[in-house]
């Protein structure tokens, strides 16, 4: 009888034993996942989601080159100074989830340069309802429920009374808040990409702060303790939707403010006015 040199013995292992161990790594992965060839290919989607195709006949393929080297310099510079490693070396991003999850991130975080004459970036408007309203918030709940004074809907529907409760009391006696509401049933929601699917984010407040100069300033209001992966992802989509509508130009100033600790909201918003007003 010959002994199985590796692999898997099915049955009961017999007087020769099970065989020799086998260790499996990633270092065969690693000599054939280059890290540059990593890059180049983190480079080359990111510039064609940058520069789509153009059905017109446009030559994108000119753009994109140009484009090529201004985006490599920034995947080097993330993967150089934003990657936390543990034990591992770098050609690790090569892996899918990793990979997917740089360029999900960069993709996001790229912004036109308005200043050199690119074209800004800009809200896709619903054609038959542009605006919403808290006009057309109405729904029945058995759960814990709070009534209002500055909000346009009469009471706050609360999740966790430690939280949302908490936040809804400091901005009731917030000087300085015209008025808010609790995103529920308010259809806001704001489009991210996370491991290669797409979700909705919904924020938790929104907020219409008065500052110094009596302008008018809409504060998407999102109170986090913990931050994940997921978390981070959705930031990023609703500060790039606030810049795209705040080039539109047509639907206020719009600002994105993450609390850490809902009884700091008003301290948080104060800093705020400070910067943004």
């Not at 966790?160 to 000087?175: G, I, K, M, P």
């Amino acid at each position: 009888m010959v002994k199985n040199a590796n692999g898997y013995r099915m049955a009961r292992p017999d007087q020769l034993g099970p065989g020799d161990v086998i260790v499996h790594d990633r270092s065969e992965f690693y000599r054939s996942q280059r890290l540059q060839t990593t890059m180049y290919d983190m480079v080359s989607q990111i510039t064609h989601w940058l520069v789509p195709d153009r059905k017109d006949g446009e030559q994108v393929d000119v753009k994109r080159r140009l484009l090529f080297p201004q985006v490599l310099r920034i995947v080097r510079e993330y993967l150089e100074t934003r990657v936390k490693r543990y034990d591992v070396p770098l050609e690790e991003v090569g892996l899918l989830r990793y990979r997917q999850r740089v360029i999900e991130r960069l993709q996001q975080a790229i912004r036109p340069d308005a200043i050199t004459g690119e074209q800004p970036l800009l809200p896709v408007i619903e054609r038959f309802r542009p605006i919403g309203s808290t006009h057309d918030v109405l729904f029945r709940t058995s759960r814990i429920c709070h009534g209002t004074g500055k909000s346009h809907i009469s009471h706050v529907v609360v999740d966790t009374a430690a939280w949302e409760h908490t936040v809804a009391f400091a901005l009731e006696r917030f000087d300085h808040i015209l008025s808010y509401a609790r995103n529920d049933h308010l259809d806001f929601t704001i489009p991210y990409e996370f491991d290669g699917q797409s979700h909705y984010y919904i924020p938790d407040f929104l907020v219409r702060v008065c500052c110094e100069n009596n302008s008018v300033l809409n504060v998407i209001l999102e109170v986090k303790g913990f931050e994940s992966e997921k978390d981070r992802a959705k930031e990023i989509a609703a500060q790039r939707w606030a810049s795209a509508v705040n080039h539109h130009g047509e639907f206020g100033k719009w600002v994105l403010v993450v609390c850490r600790d809902p009884r700091t909201s008003n301290e948080t918003l104060s800093r705020l006015i400070s910067v943004e007003c």
